[in-house]
């Protein structure tokens, strides 16, 4: 394991918490996409189903369970415990758009036809485009709050990460994963424009707007 794997995986949990703190705190969670944490919250179910039948190690392990319960603790909280904050209205994206061909592909292309490869494969390609919903979300209302946008630049700066271990990786092992690579630059180039808005807009103390969609 490389600095980059583990930097990815502290950004990518440091993500989390932002998200869980922000919405514990303000008992709100107004600007924040509940499809989208179900997406990541399927994501993590379908991908680390090997916790039941392979042992790596205790890191992996406990980053595992951790980001599974984060992930089902932050969508009990939008759905249960502070529902009435939660906006529905423009939370609208329709998860089918994506679910459909990501579960196509998946069985289509895939390194193994067993049960555990395709929904590890199909947890690879959905993490690629789970963020949509939340990014779509921001488009319809045309900002998004100074939190949330900590939440979503730690959470693409976890991707940048992994991009940078798969290429450690690949130097160092000879080891290339054609599907988690491919997906992982597909995911970081949806937070291309955000990344922008991020460095010229939050860093300075502004607040994060972008063009209401006509």
């Given at each position: 394991?490389?600095?980059f794997?583990?930097?990815?995986?502290i950004?990518?949990?440091?993500?989390?918490?932002?998200?869980?703190?922000?919405?514990?705190?303000?008992?709100?969670?107004?600007?924040i996409?509940?499809?989208s944490?179900?997406?990541?919250?399927?994501?993590?179910?379908?991908?680390?189903?090997?916790?039941?039948?392979?042992?790596?190690?205790?890191?992996?392990?406990?980053?595992?369970?951790?980001?599974?319960?984060?992930?089902?603790?932050?969508v009990?909280?939008?759905?249960?415990?502070?529902?009435?904050?939660f906006?529905?209205?423009?939370?609208?994206?329709?998860?089918?758009?994506?679910?459909?061909?990501?579960?196509?592909l998946?069985f289509?292309?895939?390194?193994?036809?067993?049960?555990?490869e395709?929904l590890?494969?199909f947890?690879?390609?959905?993490?690629?485009?789970?963020?949509?919903?939340?990014?779509?979300m921001?488009?319809?209302?045309?900002?998004?709050?100074?939190?949330?946008?900590?939440?979503?630049?730690?959470?693409?700066l976890?991707?940048?990460?992994?991009?940078?271990?798969?290429?450690?990786?690949?130097?160092?092992?000879?080891?290339?994963?054609?599907?988690?690579?491919?997906?992982?630059?597909?995911?970081?180039?949806?937070?291309?424009?955000?990344f922008?808005?991020?460095?010229?807009?939050?860093l300075?103390?502004?607040k994060?707007?972008?063009?209401?969609?006509?």
């Amino acid at each position: 394991m490389n600095v980059f794997r583990i930097l990815g995986d502290i950004s990518h949990l440091l993500a989390i918490i932002i998200l869980l703190l922000k919405i514990q705190k303000s008992k709100s969670c107004a600007g924040i996409s509940g499809k989208s944490q179900i997406l990541f919250a399927l994501v993590f179910t379908t991908r680390y189903l090997d916790l039941f039948t392979t042992f790596i190690s205790v890191y992996n392990t406990v980053m595992k369970v951790i980001f599974l319960i984060c992930a089902y603790i932050t969508v009990y909280m939008i759905y249960v415990k502070f529902r009435k904050t939660f906006d529905s209205e423009n939370d609208s994206f329709r998860l089918e758009f994506l679910l459909v061909p990501v579960a196509g592909l998946s069985f289509l292309e895939n390194y193994s036809f067993t049960p555990l490869e395709i929904l590890w494969t199909f947890s690879i390609y959905l993490e690629s485009v789970a963020i949509l919903p939340q990014l779509f979300m921001i488009s319809k209302t045309g900002e998004a709050e100074t939190i949330t946008t900590h939440y979503l630049f730690f959470l693409g700066l976890y991707r940048a990460l992994y991009i940078a271990n798969w290429v450690w990786r690949y130097y160092t092992e000879n080891f290339y994963d054609q599907i988690a690579v491919v997906s992982g630059v597909v995911q970081t180039i949806f937070y291309c424009d955000f990344f922008y808005l991020y460095v010229t807009k939050v860093l300075k103390g502004k607040k994060l707007s972008l063009p209401m969609p006509v």
